[in-house]
């Protein structure tokens, strides 16, 4: 893989940070919310979120 310049570096972490923000933000939600529908839909959401982030910092190594 290419070495990755100081903006892709940057765009990376503000990234990362974004979707590891969602997923905390969505499991709160989860656990707030009084529809069972409503909570698994957050908690699908707060994992994507996580998996996105796991992707995003792949790309670190």
Do not use: V, W, Y
């Not at 839909?41 to 707060?46: N, S």
């Not at 979120?49 to 670190?60: H, I, V």
């Amino acid at each position: 893989m290419p070495n990755l310049t100081q903006l892709e570096l940057q765009n990376l972490r503000h990234l990362i940070g974004a979707h590891a923000t969602i997923a905390n933000k969505l499991d709160d939600f989860s656990k707030q919310c009084t529809d069972p529908e409503i909570c698994n839909i957050l908690k699908q959401d707060a994992n994507e979120a996580r998996m996105s982030k796991d992707k995003l910092m792949s790309f670190l190594k």
